[in-house]
C-alpha cells in the first residue's frame, strides 16, 4: 500500500505541512504527535518506558523495594564480623 511513496511524494507532504501549520508550529506538532503514539503504544501493549531510575541508571527502587534492600545490608554488615572470627 505504501510502497510507492517516495522522496517527490514526501517532500510534497513537508511542503503542504509547512504552509498549513507554518514552520513555528511544526515543532510542537511533531512532539504531540510523537507525545501521542507513545502513549498509545504503551496503553497497547502496557509497558511503561517512563520508569523512574536513579544516579547510576538503573530502575529506582520503590519504598518497600528500598526498606528490604537496607535490611539485607545491615544483615550482611552484621554477619559480616562473625566471618571474619
Known sequence: MFSSIGPLEIILVVV???IIFG????????KSLGTGMR???ESITG?????????AGRPALTQA???VDERQQSQAAEAAPEQRG
Open 16 to 18: 503542504v505541512l509547512l
Open 23 to 30: 514552520p513555528k508550529r511544526l515543532p510542537s506538532l511533531g
Open 39 to 41: 502513549e498509545f503504544k
Open 47 to 55: 509497558e511503561d518506558k517512563h520508569e523512574q531510575t536513579d544516579a
Open 65 to 67: 523495594q528500598a526498606q
